[in-house]
């Protein structure tokens, strides 16, 4: 009986330091394969809003790259278009997007109206396409919620008594635009997008791609369509 112990007492830890191995090469492996994910595969994501961001005075709400009407538009050499809010919280400093860069080419910003992109206390730039900023004054998909007023621009009075400046941002909003892609960008990827403000200083946004809309595909063997389901996202 004492010699059987002795027998099984070394087997018993053999058996332990062999699923110890095991489990430790397991882990190893596992370590490996992750180690050499991209950064941007890594933060895949489906439909999402944008990112938020904050330097200063100045937040930086719902950030995202547009999905194009045409997908081409966002293969290598094509372009990119942003939307967000820009907010400037201060109540007493004007601040102005002096430029915008990226890795994935040179970029073109336009102030509201076709102007300077200056930033006046208390107020909030929208930025994008027309359909965008439109969608996002009605609190649509990509709207923003903020504290200070939602405009397109400061108002100034014209000779006529209109508000020349307010409606001519509305026509032409202030746009954002990476040209020349050098490469190319998929939906639900984030990339790294940094911001230069004359007084509030730099940041950086990892900016998601909008995903397309996709429609449901009704036929015969199609179920009902769970409540509040809708074409959209």
């Known amino acids: 009986m004492t010699a059987l ?34 950064t941007q595969t890594s933060s895949q994501d489906a439909a999402i809003n944008g990112n938020h961001a904050d330097v200063g005075d100045i937040s930086l709400r719902n950030v995202h790259i547009v999905y194009p009407e045409a997908a081409s538009e966002h293969q290598k050499g ?22 915008v860069s990226t890795d994935l080419g040179p970029i073109k910003i336009t102030g509201p109206a076709g102007g300077k992109f200056e930033l006046k206390p208390q107020e909030t730039v929208l930025v994008g396409p ?19 007023p939602t405009t397109t621009a400061a108002p100034t009075t014209a000779p006529g008594g ?24 998929t939906p639900g990827l984030t990339y790294t ?25 009704e036929n015969e063997k199609s179920g009902p369509a769970p409540e509040g389901a809708g074409g959209g996202h």
Do not use: Y
Not at 166 to 184: C, H, K, R, V, Y
Not at 194 to 213: E, H, I, R, S, Y
């Open 162 to 185: 209109g508000n020349s400046s307010a409606s001519d941002a509305a026509a032409e909003p202030a746009s954002i635009e990476i040209t020349g892609l050098t490469e190319n960008i």
């Open 78 to 99: 094509g372009k990119a278009v942003l939307a967000l809010s820009i907010i400037n919280g201060s109540e007493t400093i004007t601040d102005e997007l002096t430029s």
């Open 5 to 38: 112990k002795a027998v099984t007492a070394p087997s018993a830890r053999r058996r332990m330091v062999t699923v110890a191995a095991l489990a430790a090469a397991a882990g190893i492996a596992l370590t490996g394969c992750s180690a050499g994910q991209h």
């Open 193 to 217: 997008v940094t911001f230069n403000f004359k007084d509030a200083g730099t940041v950086q946004v990892a900016v998601p791609v909008d995903a397309a809309t996709s429609e449901r595909v």
């Open 130 to 148: 027309p359909s965008v900023t439109a969608a996002a004054e009605t609190g649509d998909h990509h709207g923003t919620t903020t504290a200070a």
